[in-house]
């Protein structure tokens, strides 16, 4: 299996460059970055300095979205990113999270992603475009950059399967299952497209601790366990939590900080464990505990046909220890 991670540029440059530089020694596939503006450094900027440290691994995005760039600003900035790299650049596309909370949008319907997907299709391949009724001129630079969807719903997993090069999915230990019926649904809109549903290819992003004990693991991870709660935005997601609980992820979504996003003992870490959401959070897309343990879930996910996990740090207490221990995990498949 390949591993990745997502790193970002926060208040330490020597620490990001120290994530970027140490996956690459230990022969990690992928680096990408995160899209956050408010809280973190720039995206683009922060990909080029890992494309520097990480000079044979793919370099990405874990993920951008509409609303935040022009399309051809985005295709530019990715087609120059994939010329520096000498081809290593890919595309990681989401409906918005951080991003557009900062910006105070909702996120885009599929309906949006759609036509910014092919809109960028076009501009990757060199082609003018018309978009908001208006026409936009080709990259004079353009290059053929992969895109690769973050898929949720059964929508979002039908419109990557129909058009994107492959699917970011989230999973962790509690949700294989789950996992498992995702990539099924993927397979299905792809060959219903007309697509070799094989060739589509999966990346799973997940919360990743490599500690002894499964609470270290964690109480490393509460940054992120707390952006879980952002998952149930829509009136479908919302109904799946429990009565009692819906109320509190509710709360906990209108007081959140884009501008405090996965940031370790911030105010939203504060927040989760003030309101008691700690624990119903935590089992949500993490994998955490010792080595022998995280070996059998990357066994298990390579079995699915995932080629690649991606172990996200910008809001993880230890991230250094995970990339070892992931890549030591790796030895005992």
């Known amino acids: 299996m390949k591993l990745g991670i997502c790193s970002m540029w926060g208040t330490s440059l020597d620490l990001f460059r120290s994530e970027v530089r140490l996956a690459a020694e230990l022969d990690y596939d992928l680096v990408t970055v995160g899209d956050s503006p408010a809280g973190w450094h720039e995206m683009v900027t922060s990909m080029t300095l890992a494309a520097l440290e990480a000079p044979k691994a793919r370099i990405g995005s874990l993920v951008t979205s509409p609303f935040m760039r022009h ?17 290593r650049a ?14 105070g949008r909702a996120p885009a319907t599929q309906k949006e992603v759609r036509a910014e997907l092919v809109a960028l299709r076009q501009l990757f391949a060199g082609e003018e475009i018309e978009w908001e009724g208006r026409p936009v001129k080709s990259l004079r630079f353009a290059r053929k950059v992969p895109i690769y969807y973050s898929a949720f719903g059964p929508k979002a997993l039908a419109l990557a399967g129909e058009l994107a090069d492959g699917a970011i999915l989230f999973a962790g230990d509690q949700s294989l299952d789950a996992l498992e019926q995702r990539i099924a649904e993927l397979r299905v809109a792809a060959a219903r497209a007309g697509r070799d549903a094989d060739a589509l290819d ?10 002894e004990h499964r609470q270290q693991a964690i109480d490393d991870l509460k940054a992120f366990i707390a952006v879980n709660a952002m998952a149930f935005r829509t009136p479908e997601t919302l109904a799946m939590l429990p009565d009692n609980v819906r109320p509190l992820v509710q709360a906990f979504q209108a007081r959140y900080d884009p ?11 504060r927040l989760m464990d003030e309101m008691g959401l700690t624990e119903f959070l935590q089992d949500f897309d993490t994998i955490a505990g010792p080595e022998d343990h ?15 996990l991606i172990a996200a740090l910008p809001g993880h207490a230890d991230p250094l220890t995970t990339i070892r221990g992931l890549a030591a995990a790796r030895k005992r498949m």
Not at 299 to 308: I, L, N, P
């Open 71 to 87: 399309p051809l600003v985005a295709a530019s900035a990715f087609a120059t990113i994939d010329k520096l790299t000498g081809g």
């Open 202 to 211: 999966i990346w799973v992003t997940s919360y990743i601790s490599v500690r």
């Open 259 to 269: 501008s405090e996003h996965v940031v370790v003992g911030g105010r939203n870490v």
């Open 294 to 308: 995280v070996a059998g879930v990357m066994a298990r996910m390579e079995a699915m046909g995932v080629s690649t």
């Open 90 to 103: 890919v595309m990681g596309f989401a409906t918005g999270g951080s991003t557009v909370l900062a910006v």
